[in-house]
T-cell receptor, first 114, second 110 residues
């Protein structure tokens, strides 16, 4: 079946611009996660949704980062006033939503801020 | 969640068993050990997890020491496609996010 998909696969933007990254989770998965991965490092947690609500947003680095999941399926990660330090691969994962379940990751969106 | 320590890199000959160690000496009684791997330019992929008993699935085996302070992921017959970064993660029931460390870069060589 279809896995987690993310669009775009690559995004190049200029410093100060606004970007949106989209995640389509596996159908029926109630939990959705965003992670960020810088070159040579492991993924770093950003935010976790259970259904439509953000259950844990403790990983968002500052208020320029915001994510929504209005209908409990597709999620959008929004970054305002992008900075060069935001350049990274942004990964989305989904799961069935119970503690201890397996997270399925998408291929990621590579964001480059010039 | 408890911190994990893994060697930064390992080599393995194709067809041989790959044994990847992980130390988690501060693990709590209700924390599980998870293993994920990340092949170049892909998202992480779940491999296996366990609490205290050894576990085996179609991908790998997980051996957890009796004191639970360390574990070993075993790929019984490594192939070139197993070349990846392998992450050992300790996670409790309190939160759902995964905390990744640096992982072990496994290179399977012909």
């Amino acid at each position: 079946g279809a896995g987690v998909s993310q669009t775009p696969s690559n995004k190049v933007t200029e410093k100060g611009k606004y970007v949106e990254l989209r995640c389509d989770p596996i159908s029926g998965h109630t939990a959705l996660y965003w992670y960020r991965q810088s070159l040579g490092q492991g993924p770093e947690f950003l935010i976790y949704f259970q259904g439509t609500g953000a259950a844990d947003d403790s990983g968002l680095p500052n208020d320029r980062f915001f994510a929504v999941r209005p209908e409990g399926s597709v999620s959008t990660l929004k970054i305002q006033r992008t900075e060069r330090g935001d350049s990274a691969v942004y990964l989305c994962a989904s799961s069935l939503g119970w503690v201890g379940d397996e997270q399925f990751f998408g291929p990621g969106t590579r964001l480059t801020v010039l | 969640d408890a911190k994990t320590t893994q060697p930064p890199s390992m080599d393995c000959a194709e067809g041989r068993a790959a044994n990847l160690p992980c130390n988690h000496s501060t693990i709590s009684g209700n924390e599980y050990v998870y293993w994920y791997r990340q092949i170049h330019s892909q998202g992480p992929q779940y491999i296996i997890h366990g609490l205290k008993n050894n576990e085996t699935n179609e991908m790998a085996s997980l051996i957890i020491t009796e004191d639970r302070k360390s574990s070993t992921l075993i790929l019984p017959h490594a192939t070139l496609r197993d070349t990846a970064v392998y992450y050992c993660i300790v996670k409790g029931n309190a939160g759902n996010m995964l905390t990744f460390g640096g992982g072990t870069r496994l290179m399977v060589k012909p």
